[in-house]
T-cell receptor, first 116, second 110 residues
């Protein structure tokens, strides 16, 4: 257990429905990251926050995706009008955000999304 | 652009054997390199992190080496056990994010 928690662990939804995932980072960490992992692939970066500011978004993050970190603590990732291609493991990670050479990201257990 | 490649994609070996997993990266200007383990349907567990100034790191039966100039890292697992069966991912940081390889799926045969 790294101290990063994600909820729910599994989500099954029908195509077209909206879903929201939550991530609680390690409490003293300033940075929070979202990654997506499809079957047989490594995780791919989606977006990250420095405190409450969203600093970067991948082009993988279509207009149907939105992420927030309103108080610089937990974060939510919402997918609107889900598609079957959204089926994946969504991983959250957090870090202090110090020097790149020593900053280590700690990963949560992930939320597995299945879109029927 | 940083790309991370892992070979082989899958590996099956009998219990007790020593094995080597390979990772290569295209841009040698890295701060560190990390090896993760992922069990089916689970999140990532960090195994070893090698700083760019280091040549290797050891943890128990695991030994990871790094050759920045050639863009390569290896993960050596000694005396493999069925519990080592998992996917092993190699990753390097890039502009505040981590770039992962696709992983090597390892199966240790009892």
């Amino acid at each position: 257990d790294t101290g990063v928690s994600q909820d729910p662990r599994h989500k099954i939804t029908k195509r077209g429905q909206n879903v929201t995932f939550r991530c609680d980072p390690i409490s003293e960490h300033n940075r929070l990251y979202w990654y997506r992992q499809t079957l047989g692939q490594g995780p791919e970066f989606l977006t990250y926050f420095q405190n409450e500011a969203q600093l970067e978004k991948s082009r993988l993050l279509s207009d149907r995706f939105s992420a927030e970190r309103p108080k610089g603590s937990f974060s939510t990732l919402e997918i609107q009008r889900t598609e079957q291609g959204d089926s994946a493991m969504y991983l959250c990670a957090s870090s202090f955000g110090g020097f790149p050479s020593t900053d280590t990201q700690y990963f949560g257990p992930g939320t597995r999304l299945t879109v029927l | 652009k940083q790309e991370v490649t892992q070979i082989p994609a899958a590996l099956s070996v009998p219990e007790g054997e020593n094995l080597v997993l390979n990772c290569s990266f295209t841009d040698s200007a890295i701060y560190n390199l990390q090896w993760f383990r992922q069990d089916p349907g689970k999140g990532l567990t960090s195994l070893l992190l090698i700083q760019s100034s280091q040549r290797e790191q050891t943890s128990g039966r695991l030994n990871a080496s790094l050759d920045k100039s050639s863009g390569r890292s290896t993960l050596y697992i000694a005396a493999s056990q069925p519990g080592d069966s998992a996917t092993y991912l190699c990753a390097v940081p890039r502009d505040d994010k981590i770039i992962f390889g696709k992983g090597t799926r390892l199966h240790i045969l009892p």
